[in-house]
């Protein structure tokens, strides 16, 4: 049927790796994301004191690691000395705080990985480019921010890179908001709960993605796939492929 056939395109998105079942955001959780069949990664990036680019969803490892402190004033010295994977459970002892580059070198080129860029990390867009041409992934990274003025700062850089808005708001006002951005657009990412079936097929027919977060219970995810989106970003894309293969 139809439904069957768009969802074998349907991207399973691992939302901070498979962070249902990992310690977010580290090689182990992109790891089983890959095993679990994923074909994209959502991961959180910030900027290190050292200008490197540390895969982390908060602004200081305090939560997700044994250390403390801003990633901004740390060096990657400092940032690989912390156990990321303890704190979720101690099989994940050891874990550390990956670098983008590690992220790439461990995710083939088939699986798409969506960069979230955080807000304050206004210096990152070179190093973003920089690494993406240097790792040939130019065409298989999508880049989100809430923080459109870092995403125009990325296309002003490398016109060829994919920006995917991230917002909180309701749906129906996406589409305008992407109008008032001086360069296109890729993808719109919208917050599940503020979904509507109309508002996605018509950012569809324009050409624009629509990847909603963070979708974890299977009625929500079919309620997803009903809506026509192209993807789902999920803590447990185990569950969402299962759910697909039925
Ligand atoms: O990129 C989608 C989602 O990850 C945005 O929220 O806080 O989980 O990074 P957050
Ligand atoms: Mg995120």
Redesign the pocket.
């Known amino acids: 049927s139809n439904d069957m056939s768009s969802n074998e395109t349907l991207m399973v998105i691992a ?2 790796g498979a962070a249902g079942e990992a310690p977010e955001n580290t090689l182990a959780a992109f790891a089983l994301g890959l095993e679990q069949g994923c074909t994209g990664i ?1 991961l ?1 990036v910030h900027l290190s004191k050292d200008g490197e680019i540390i895969v982390c ?1 908060d602004t200081t490892l305090n939560r997700t690691t044994d250390r403390q402190g801003a990633i901004g004033n740390l060096t990657v010295e400092e940032i690989k000395q912390a156990d990321a994977g303890s704190w979720f459970h101690e099989r994940f002892a050891g874990e550390r705080v990956p670098l983008l580059e590690e992220v790439f070198d461990l995710v083939p080129p088939e699986v798409q990985i ?1 960069v ?1 860029i955080k807000a304050g990390n206004d210096g990152i867009a070179p190093a973003l480019v920089e690494l993406m041409k240097r790792k040939d992934r130019l065409n298989d990274v999508f880049v ?1 921010s809430f923080d459109f003025d870092i995403l125009e700062r990325l296309k002003e850089l490398e016109p060829e890179a994919r920006i995917g808005l ?1 917002y909180h708001i309701r749906m129906t006002h996406h589409d305008r908001m992407a109008g008032l951005l001086d360069y296109p657009v890729y993808s719109l ?1 919208p917050h599940w709960s503020r979904m509507d079936k109309r508002s996605v097929s018509e950012a569809i027919e324009r050409g624009l993605r629509v990847y909603p ?2 979708v974890n219970e299977e009625a929500n995810m079919l309620n997803m796939i009903d809506c026509g989106v192209s993807g789902i ?1 999920t803590d447990y894309p185990g569950r969402l492929k299962r759910l697909l293969e039925r």
């Open positions: 939302h901070r959502e959180d969803h969506n979230e989100s991230l990412h977060w963070t970003i």
